[in-house]
């Protein structure tokens, strides 16, 4: 007589209608003879036992290359999301400068500014070069 090894992956506990009457539990694989694996592997719930182990370390490859596709989605997300805030702040710190403060912060750009302008004029153009080369 054979015995094939099966795996149970329902989700409730089951009684076989075989003759043996196995109860199984989610997850448990057994020795079943030949003629009963048959008959329970026509089942969904029910596979081989080898065919499970198999399939495993490409399901394991693919959810690790799905992880690390989330990882690296979620560390680009952080990374946006901080230079987001980075030139909020700098734009609201603009802002508050002055003329003098405004030209020296406009120098990180090589750019000369024209004092003679007014100062909504001068943060304009400032916060034009933040938004146009980011923040330096």
């Known amino acids: 007589m054979n015995f094939i090894k099966i795996q ?4 409730k ?3 076989d209608a075989t003759k043996l009457r196995n109860v199984w539990a989610p997850g448990d694989a057994k020795l079943v003879p030949e003629l009963d694996a048959k008959m329970l592997l026509r089942f969904a719930e029910f596979q081989p036992a080898e065919a499970k182990q198999q399939a495993d370390p490409a399901a394991k490859q693919e959810d690790a290359e799905v992880q690390q596709a989330k990882a690296a989605q979620e560390a680009a997300e952080a990374e946006a999301k901080q230079q ?3 030139l909020a702040g700098v734009l609201a710190e603009i802002e508050s400068m002055d003329k003098a403060a405004l030209e020296a912060y406009a120098k990180r750009y090589e750019v000369e500014l024209d004092k003679r302008k007014a100062v909504g004029t001068l943060r304009i153009e400032v916060q034009n070069l933040v938004e146009a080369h980011g923040v330096i």
């Open 13 to 15: 506990p089951y009684r």
């Open 8 to 11: 149970y992956t329902g989700r």
């Open 84 to 86: 987001a805030d980075l």
